[in-house]
Structure formats: structure tokens, C-alpha cells
């Protein structure tokens, strides 16, 4: 019988994500150099594809050197620190921030100015670009925590202000807020606010049913996605033939021999292209199988 392979239509890149490679494609069309500061996702394959196109991958230190130039900033925001560069080495900034992000950034920063000076807490992955940006809001102050042993960090007499990186579980955060509200002292306040995006996390209970229903699921992703990590958890654990690649090429087609339907998705990062190559594939290898 032959395969019947089905791409996940809720997967794929997010709005964020979406407008930021818009952004570089337009600008790249205009035929001057442009450079953009890091990956502009997590996906090795899509990064190639706009590299390909003219896109310069630059790091903070190639920054600091780069004179009258034109950078984009990616969906995942910056700090102030990097506007500040830009400003002084004279670079045109092509701000592709996702809107979800600023508002986030805007917001950490409102509450870490409050003449209460609360401690700020972020819920989040340290280390990650997102996160790095936020912590900024707060000239380095913010306490990064990752799981509970890290709230050892915050001093519960004092005022606690908690966020999330916006890619973060829904159910995780409230096991941190739960913990807080345990542990602080009456006197202190306590304030939390949930800026997860629901379309980032939304995606999850929507692609565990997606995974149930076939027999086998490839879920293709980006290595460095932290969202593509997390979803491919999530669809395994409920399907045990779940496989996870970068692209055609990582495919062993032995896994699928006896599969009558197959499930192809991705994380918040992954290109619809990169999905349906996998699929044409498996489809071109079953061919000339037959």
C-alpha cells in the first residue's frame, strides 16, 4: 500500500519569523550588502538559502568593527547596548524585532524603573538571543530562571516582578509562579505577567493531536530551536516512531517501511519549503523503490 504523507499545516514559521526573512528578502532585492546579527533563525537550511541570496551573517564583534552599514536585527530583539553601537558606528538598522518581543522588552523595562525597584525575574532559557535582549531592559539586573532551583537566587523579603521569554510552556511558568507565591514573605509584592505567545504555544496541543494520528511522524527542525526541541518532545511522547531532521539528506527510510501514513511538521522556525522537500523525498525514493 502506498504511503499517505500529511505536512502539519499549523507548522512552520511564526508571524515573527515570517516578517523578519520578508524584511531581509526585500532589502536583499535592493542588490546592497546586507548583514544580520546572527542567525536569522534557528535553521541551518533557511539561513543558507538567504545566504545564498547575499544575507552576511555578523556576530557582536564583527558589529563593533562594522562601519556605515546596513544590519538587520533579527525577530529574537537586541538590547539597548546594540542600538547604541549602531548609532555610533553610523549603521542603518533594519529593525525586524517580532512586535510580541518589543512589547515584551517594553514592558520589563517599565517595571524595573518602578520606584519600588522589584527584583525582575525572567522565565527563560539562558543565554538565548530572546532572553539576552530582555535582560537588557534591565541594564543586566534581571535574574534568568530556567527551572526552580534557580529562584534560590531571588531574595523572597523584597518585591518580585516575573515575565517569560515568549516561547516558554504555559504550564511551566505556572509551576514558577506557584513556587514564588509559596515562598514570598507577606511584606513583599508580588507581581507576575504571562507574555507567552499563544501562537508559539498554542502549536503544541494542536501537534501532539497531529502526531496521534499517524503512524510515524518526521519532524524536521533547526538543531539550535529550543521551540523545535520542546515540540519533538512532545510529539514523541505520544508517538514513538517520531523522528527528528534538519532536512532530506538526515532521512533513513527504513524507518518508514511498513507505515501507512506519515506526518511531517516542524517548529516555529522551519520553512514550509524544507517540509515538503522532505516529503518529495520520500515520495521520489518510494518511486524508484518500486
Known amino acids: 500500500m502506498d504511503i ?13 519569523v515570517t516578517t523578519a526573512i ?4 526585500e532589502e536583499l532585492r535592493k542588490g546592497e550588502p546586507l548583514y544580520c546579527l546572527g542567525d536569522i533563525v534557528h535553521n541551518a ?23 556605515d552599514a546596513k544590519v538587520l536585527l533579527r525577530a529574537h530583539g537586541e538590547p539597548p547596548e546594540t542600538y547604541a553601537r549602531a548609532r555610533e558606528n553610523g549603521i542603518n538598522i533594519i529593525d525586524a524585532t517580532c512586535p510580541v518581543v518589543l512589547r515584551l522588552q517594553q514592558r520589563i523595562k517599565a517595571e524595573y524603573l518602578q520606584p519600588s525597584r522589584p527584583q525582575i ?7 538565548h538571543a530572546e532572553v539576552l535582549g530582555l535582560v537588557g531592559q534591565t541594564e543586566g539586573q534581571a535574574v534568568v530562571v530556567e527551572q526552580l532551583g534557580d529562584l534560590q537566587q531571588l531574595d523572597f523579603n523584597r518585591d518580585i516582578s516575573l515575565f517569560s521569554q515568549t516561547t516558554k510552556s504555559p504550564d511551566q511558568f505556572r509551576q514558577i509562579v506557584d513556587y514564588i507565591r509559596n515562598h514570598i514573605r507577606p ?20 501537534m501532539i493531536r497531529f502526531a496521534q494520528s499517524h503512524d510515524a511522524l518526521l519532524f524536521v527542525s533547526g538543531l539550535k530551536s529550543s521551540n523545535g526541541r520542546a515540540l519533538f518532545a512532545a510529539c514523541r511522547s505520544v508517538n514513538p516512531n517520531a523522528h527528528l531532521v534538519e532536512g532530506p539528506s538526515d532521512i533513513c527510510f527504513d524507518w518508514f517501511k511498513g507505515v501507512e501514513s506519515l506526518g511531517i511538521c516542524g517548529a516555529t522556525s522551519t520553512p514550509t519549503w524544507l517540509m515538503e522537500d522532505c516529503k518529495n523525498a520520500i515520495l521520489n525514493y518510494r518511486h524508484v523503490e518500486e
Do not use: W
Open 4 to 16: 499517505q504523507i500529511e505536512i502539519d499545516k499549523a507548522s512552520g514559521f511564526c508571524f515573527g
Open 22 to 25: 520578508s524584511k531581509a528578502e
Open 45 to 67: 537550511k533557511e539561513v543558507e538559502r538567504l545566504q545564498q541570496l547575499g544575507l552576511i551573517t555578523i556576530d557582536h564583534t564583527r558589529l563593533a568593527s562594522l562601519r
Open 121 to 127: 525575574a525572567i522565565f527563560g532559557k539562558r543565554g
Open 187 to 206: 511584606s513583599a509584592n508580588f507581581r507576575y505577567f504571562d507574555t507567552i505567545c499563544r501562537q508559539v504555544s498554542g502549536r503544541m496541543s494542536g
